[in-house]
């Protein structure tokens, strides 16, 4: 029996080890790629540190300890008012020692709004694809611009490992703004609640929502309804959706050359149209709110910097953000639990535990 059952186990990795050199033969780019972030996952989680012993340690700074106590806050909040699934997730702190550690980049056609999709195993489809290793993402997005592709990079504050693994606190996220913070957390625990697979605009959409009304729920339930902090932040989230809205109907816009585009231009003609739109486009955003607060637009890309890959952003993560509110107000009364129970029954997640 015991030489029958050696025999199977041999069988057995031998039978796994010729399907891994398979893949690996067939699928070098997908296997190489995953082999590096999972080795920048690992090295996150291995130099983690318990939030309790972080809270416990005198050198660290008691202004941050409050920062981090805040995001456990947020996390019980967003669990018991908002009904999200409870998870290990924020339990441990990972100091990033002021540098960012992850990109990601994002790719489209140049005279149409396509997004190049990346495929993955078990977690699907996505229109970005992440790097902990900033020259790969450079090598990458330099490749991309040779195929034709317009691309964008950027620094990421925070992602959800959908409860694969226990997704730290970044030092990063303790300098944030309380509204930014709350925002922040719920939009990544969403994730780890409801996650449709291969549907990436569903899924940034609705974290976004939920994100943007749990800060305004948190804030009112910490500070007030009539607090300056909730004020601060709902004005400053008009602004944001108003820009939002205007990217998105500026999408529309470029679409629509794209789409009547003569055959008989060429690509310098092409290219010379998509910018000057894509200028307007960006020039008319100034107007927004009359002009009250220019100063929060610091953080927006420069105009020369805009290509379609930005507005594949905003198509992504705000294109469906009034659906959301519209049927949270209309058809459950702005119930939010109620709210999510449905979308989790109507939306099966492909969060696997």
Not at 49 to 76: C, G, N, T, Y
Request: charged residues 25%; glycine residues 4%; contains cysteine.
């Amino acid at each position: 029996m015991w030489l029958r059952f050696k025999k199977f186990i041999k069988y057995f990795f031998l039978v796994f080890f010729i399907i891994l050199v398979g893949f690996v033969a067939f699928n070098f780019d997908a296997a190489l790629y995953g082999f590096r972030q999972a080795k920048g996952q690992l090295k996150i989680i291995f130099n983690t540190r318990p939030v309790s012993e972080v809270l416990a340690d005198k050198a660290f700074p008691d202004s941050l300890k409050k920062r981090i106590e805040l995001i456990q806050e947020i996390k019980k909040f967003a669990v018991d008012s908002l009904g999200l699934s409870p998870s290990e997730n924020y339990t441990t702190f990972y100091d990033q020692h002021q540098k960012p550690i992850l990109w990601v980049m994002t790719a489209c056609e140049p005279f149409e709004l396509k997004a190049k999709k990346w495929h993955f195993p078990i977690v699907g489809t996505f229109s970005y694809k992440g790097y902990f290793e900033k020259p790969l993402a450079d090598a990458e997005i330099a490749e991309l611009k040779k195929q034709g592709f317009d691309t964008q990079l950027n620094e990421v504050s925070a992602w959800s490992t959908l409860g694969y693994l226990k997704d730290p606190i970044l030092s990063s996220m303790l300098y944030y703004s309380d509204a930014r913070l709350a925002g922040l957390i719920i939009h990544e625990l969403t994730h780890g609640t409801l996650f449709v697979k291969n549907n990436l605009e569903f899924n940034e959409n609705l974290a976004d929502f939920i994100g943007d009304y749990g800060a305004i729920r948190f804030l009112a339930y910490k500070y007030g309804k009539n607090s300056e902090e909730l004020k601060k932040y709902e004005f400053s989230k008009k602004y944001s959706d108003a820009y939002s809205k205007h990217l998105i109907r500026g999408a529309n816009l470029l679409d629509s050359l794209y789409r009547n585009f003569n055959k008989s231009l060429t690509i310098s003609q092409k290219t010379s149209y998509k910018f000057d739109l894509i200028g307007k486009i960006m020039s008319s955003a100034d107007t927004l709110m009359n002009g009250k607060i220019q100063s929060l637009r610091k953080n927006r890309r420069r105009n020369s910097e805009v290509n379609n890959a930005y507005f594949i952003g905003y198509l992504t993560y705000q294109s469906k953000q009034n659906q959301f509110e519209e049927e949270f107000k209309t058809k459950f009364n702005q119930d939010f639990k109620k709210y999510l129970a449905y979308l989790k029954k109507a939306y099966p997640s492909s969060i696997v535990f």
